[in-house]
């Protein structure tokens, strides 16, 4: 018996690969994910960045990621225990970890952060984000015309500015359609939960909207609306396998150029740091081909992404009335400018609901 | 031939102190064959888990960190415990003590308040996990009420709560929406036992919890009271004690404990309230009572335990790519061989050869 047990003990080790190749002169590049990485959705795309990174620079550098660590006690520890694994350059790809990466940052002034969507930096800092709101535009414009209710419903995660801006764009963009469209929005309060995001589309649709937006990560609201019989809008991924008839199009989030650009300034010793916050022009998101729709919409569409990036047409363009009819002052010459964007707390006019905390 | 488990006269003593020993064993040997599996090495990967975490001072401190809360909830669960009371909600009253803590830090916040403010932030939340947990405690007593089930839902009200105080009036002004208070102030900070570590005062606090915990149950009547409450109820009435009033007071400590550990992991490594401040640790803490059998000392060796593999498998998933939901197969496999082991103490294994005829004598 005893000698089996060692036999099997011995053909365990042998099974297990000693692949410990030294990779002591690899820049080793770190990544703390919110979710899972099979959340198909916002990690899943900050993978896809991450693999196409190594796929660039996979001779020079090692990547190593931590998953499914939540926005608590134990992300400055996760941020750390990368720190300490030798990690040089380190991305922090949500928002909710800015303060946690921040306190790390100030220990370990010789390493490098990245994080997404926040708007604290130090010198050893940078944040990096997307103009997500022109894709918004978009979207209200095909919603508003795919519309036949003239309800959207729309599925919020936090009433933080990136996701009221989103809003705002997406009810600018589709009165210029429809004046009277109706918005409905359920908040959430959660970035991945794909049980509270199916129970809101499935809400939202009992209310009247027949285009279901989200703000959320998982294809939870695409299948609903699929099962239902109506349209949505993909959210970060391509979500079409969710809803073949049902996806009109999804905001991609295209990460891989803006990692393999850090990185290599890593590499090359021009890492500084910089707040980042790039739009369609900028590659640092896409639009998924726009299906589910007729011709005419569809080159509406086209039309619309193409001035937005050659800058002929801005969302947020004045003059823009707040919820309380008054003007919102314009302080970017004719739109409102970065500031105000970024900042974003206030509902535009026609947006039949209470911000939160208002 | 058969496998039977056998009652025994009495249980076993021996069995009793090496069950969880072997419980160890045998999760260890089944993470073994599971990391083959997985194609990784079982040695580094153990190495990664086990002893890595354990040989420097950052990890060390880490360790502790992790444990401060398990090992304070747990201490006041294992005294509900052996009462025979079943206070599954300390995750509602360490919510809840943090969300009392927090009100005097919000409140004093940018003021020239001094060092008082922390010292009755622990208090306030103390307080408060224990009201807290009283509601369930009085419900059983004078009604009847479950209170597996009472306290277990008041968890989700305490969750709702402290989303609706970080999302709408304590919501920091300059965190452009995003639900969280602003950062407390340095006097509503535990304060840390190394510069520039992590390691906090809490974790002082919690040891001397435990050795409190120790005293009561091993020294005072009090304690002996809880002990015979929970063994033997009949024999506890013929003595004179109070059920009623045990279930009452040890539902207020473990309130209190588990209200103080709120506060300390707000105060403390988080530094301000927000929602999701807790990764379940009311829960974890009641396996970290049972692994540690409902012993003050016990207890502070599975919560350290515990902690460890919390630690050790982020630095497998760093080191060795591990996918952090082994650690979670791993948690979960080890409370299911301290459970099953422990039927070991009642019960022994035993042959059977049914349908042999025993033949004696000459052959």
Redesign the interface.
């Known amino acids: 018996m005893r000698k089996s047990l060692l036999a099997l003990?011995a053909g365990?080790?042998l099974?297990?690969?000693?692949s410990?190749a030294s990779a002591a002169d690899k820049l080793k590049v770190?990544f703390i994910y919110l979710g899972p990485i099979g959340d198909l959705g916002w990690t899943y795309q900050h993978d896809l960045a991450r693999q196409a990174l190594v796929k660039e620079l996979g001779e020079k550098i090692e990547t190593?990621y931590?998953?499914?660590v939540?926005?608590?006690?134990?992300a400055?520890?996760?941020i750390?225990?990368?720190v300490?694994?030798g990690n040089k350059l380190i991305f922090t790809t949500s928002?909710?970890y800015m303060?946690p990466t921040q306190k790390v940052a100030k220990?370990y002034p010789n390493v490098h952060f990245e994080h997404a969507t926040g708007?604290k930096r130090n010198p050893n800092m940078s944040t990096y984000s997307a103009k997500w709101y022109q894709g918004r535009y978009i979207q209200g414009l095909i919603a508003a015309k795919m519309s036949k209710s003239g309800v959207l419903g729309y599925i919020g995660s936090?009433?933080?500015?990136e996701v009221?801006s989103g809003i705002n764009a997406t009810m600018l963009a589709a009165q210029t359609i429809n004046p009277n469209i109706k918005v409905k929005i359920i908040w959430a309060?959660t970035w991945f939960d794909p049980g509270k995001e199916a129970d809101a589309a499935k809400a939202l649709i009992d209310q009247g909207a027949d285009v279901i937006m989200q703000h959320t990560d998982s294809p939870a609201a695409m299948q609903i609306a699929s099962e239902r019989g109506k349209l949505a809008f993909g959210q970060d991924s391509e979500m079409i396998k969710f809803g073949p008839k049902t996806q009109l199009t999804s905001i991609l989030d295209t990460w891989g150029p803006y990692y393999i650009e850090r990185v290599k300034a890593e590499l090359a010793g021009t890492w500084k740091s910089e707040d980042t916050w790039g739009g369609l022009d900028s590659h640092m998101f896409a639009m998924a081909p726009y299906t589910n729709m007729p011709d005419d919409v569809k080159k509406m569409a086209e039309d619309a992404q193409a001035a937005i990036t050659a800058g002929k047409l801005h969302p947020f363009k004045c003059p823009i009335v707040g919820q309380d009819g008054k003007p919102v002052e314009c302080k970017g010459g004719d739109h409102l400018d970065d500031g105000q964007i970024l900042?974003m707390?206030f509902y535009v006019k026609g947006i039949d609901d209470k911000l939160?905390?208002k | 031939m058969q496998l039977v488990l056998e009652k025994r006269a009495e249980r076993s003593g021996t069995i009793a102190l090496v069950s969880p020993l072997i419980a160890i064993g045998l999760t260890i040997l089944t993470m073994?064959?599971l990391?083959?599996i997985l194609?990784?090495?079982?040695?580094?990967?153990l190495h990664a888990y086990f002893i890595a975490p354990l040989t420097d001072g950052?990890s060390l401190q880490?360790i502790a960190?992790?444990a401060t809360p398990l090992v304070m909830i747990a201490i006041g669960l294992s005294l509900c415990y052996l009462a025979n009371a079943w206070n599954i909600g300390a995750e509602g009253q360490f919510l809840i003590g943090a969300v009392a803590g927090s009100w005097i830090a919000v409140k004093t916040q940018g003021t020239d308040a001094g060092a008082w403010v922390l010292p009755a932030m622990l208090v306030l939340a103390a307080a408060a996990g224990a009201l807290y947990a009283l509601i369930p405690a009085i419900c059983k007593v004078k009604f009847g009420a479950s209170e597996i089930l009472t306290s277990l839902m008041l968890v989700y009200v305490a969750d709702l709560f402290l989303?609706y105080l970080v999302?709408?009036p304590w919501?920091d002004p300059h965190g452009?929406?995003?639900?969280t208070t602003a950062?407390f102030d340095p006097v509503a900070t535990v304060p840390l036992l190394i510069e520039?570590g992590?390691l906090h005062l809490g974790s002082i606090i919690a040891l001397l919890v435990v050795a409190a915990a120790a005293i009561l149950l091993g020294r005072t009547i009090k304690g002996f009271e809880i002990r015979v409450v929970g063994a033997a109820p009949r024999a506890a009435r013929f003595g004179g004690f109070n059920a009623n009033q045990l279930i009452i007071l040890t539902f207020a400590v473990s309130g209190a404990l588990a209200g103080l550990a709120g506060i300390i992991?707000v105060a403390g490594?988080?530094?301000?309230l927000?929602?999701?401040?807790?990764?379940g640790y009311g829960f974890t803490a009641i396996i970290v009572a049972f692994l540690g059998r409902l012993n003050p000392f016990g207890i502070l060796i599975a919560g350290l335990f515990l902690a460890l593999t919390f630690?050790g498998g982020?630095?497998a998933?760093?080191?060795m790519?591990i996918?952090?939901d082994v650690t979670k197969v791993f948690q979960g496999i080890l409370l299911f061989y301290v459970l099953a082991c422990d039927s070991l103490i009642l019960y022994r294994f035993k042959l059977v050869f049914p349908n042999r005829q025993v033949t004696r004598g000459a052959g």
Do not use: M, W
């Not at chain 1, 099974?15 to 000693?18: D, I, K, P, R, W």
């Not at chain 2, 452009?176 to 639900?179: A, D, S, T, V």
């Not at chain 2, 490594?269 to 301000?272: A, K, M, Q, V």
């Open positions: 003990a365990l080790l099974a297990g690969n000693v410990a770190g190593t931590l998953e499914n939540p926005e608590g006690p134990d400055e520890r996760s750390e225990q990368l300490r694994a928002f909710g303060d220990k708007y936090f009433p933080i500015p009221v309060n900042g707390n939160p905390g | 073994v064959i990391f083959a194609g990784k090495n079982p040695l580094l990967a950052y880490e960190v992790k989303d999302r709408g919501r452009f929406n995003f639900p950062e520039g992590r992991e490594p988080i530094g301000h927000q929602p999701g401040i807790s990764p630690i982020e630095q998933q760093i080191a790519k996918p952090l």
